[in-house]
Nanobody
Framework: EVQLVESGGGLVQAGGSLRLSCAASGFTFDDYAIGWFRQPPGKERERVARITSSGEIYYADSVNGRFTVSRDDAKRTLYLQMNSLKPEDTAVYYC??????????????WGQGTQVTVSS
């Protein structure tokens, strides 16, 4: 059974830090690009950060310079270090894994989400 289990969310004051973790099981973790999405209240889900199996990294402009994504393939775990948090970072954060299996055909796995709330 495929599982992505997030942890580390919570309530923090603006300017503070949190570290999210995502523990993966049930699939070949190091074959996948993995990353984080978030969904603020009343808004659509958006990509926050992504790291490929070869280590290429992408950040959304809104978090670049404040967030750091990393992966530990031996532990099958993804991390998101979030610093200098802002109220607009408040959202449910989702772990995501993606692998291309054929032309224009990808496999996607999602976690259940963890709430991050930043107070002003």
């Amino acid at each position: 059974e495929v599982q992505l289990v997030e942890s580390g969310g919570g309530l923090v004051q603006a300017g503070g830090s949190l570290r999210l973790s995502c523990a993966a099981s049930g699939f070949t973790f190091d074959d996948y690009a993995i990353g984080w999405f978030r969904q603020p209240p009343g808004k659509e889900r958006e990509r926050v950060a992504r790291i490929t199996s070869s280590g290429e990294i992408y950040y959304a402009d809104s978090v670049n310079g404040r967030f750091t994504v990393s992966r530990d393939d031996a532990k099958r775990t993804l991390y998101l270090q979030m610093n200098s948090l802002k109220p607009e970072d408040t959202a449910v954060y989702y772990c995501h894994a993606q692998k291309r299996v054929a032309i224009e055909a990808d496999v996607h796995h999602w976690g259940q989400g963890t709430q991050v709330t930043v107070s002003s």
